[in-house]
């Protein structure tokens, strides 16, 4: 069974910056796609960024496309999301998923999602 488990949330001004984290448990972590989505307040859950089981291709919301840099370290079955230039749309939960990343942009696409850790922007 997968666990993901996502930290590095918080209060943050805007123009900040802020670093998540996904650890992640079972054997499938270095083979799998991973991703970030989010969800704000009365709004649906959106794509933010995915990566490729290798990490050699990413993608991003255009939203996001230059403030936001996916990575991953897959000898630490962790994934990041490294969060510049914040501003207060980004306020959401943020949630990593795992899964085969055949549609990237697609949540049905992953099988697995962590709790969520909450992200919060102020003007």
């Known amino acids: 069974q997968v666990q993901l488990v996502e930290s590095g949330g918080g209060l943050v001004q805007a123009g900040g910056s802020l670093r998540l984290s996904c650890a992640a448990s079972?054997?499938?972590?270095?083979?799998?796609?991973m991703a970030w989505f989010r969800q704000a307040p009365g709004k649906e859950r959106e794509f933010v960024a995915a990566i490729s089981w290798r990490g050699g291709s990413t993608y991003y919301a255009d939203s996001v496309k230059g403030r936001f840099t996916i990575s991953r370290d897959n000898a630490k079955n962790t994934l990041y999301l490294q969060m510049n230039s914040l501003k207060p749309e980004d306020t959401a939960v943020y949630y990593c998923?795992?899964?085969?990343?055949?549609?990237?942009?697609?949540?049905?696409?992953?099988?697995?999602w962590g709790q969520g850790t909450q992200v919060t922007v102020s003007s």
């Open positions: 998923a795992q899964g085969s990343g055949a549609l990237y942009s697609t949540a049905l696409t992953y099988d697995y």
């Open positions: 079972g054997r499938t972590f270095s083979s799998r796609a």
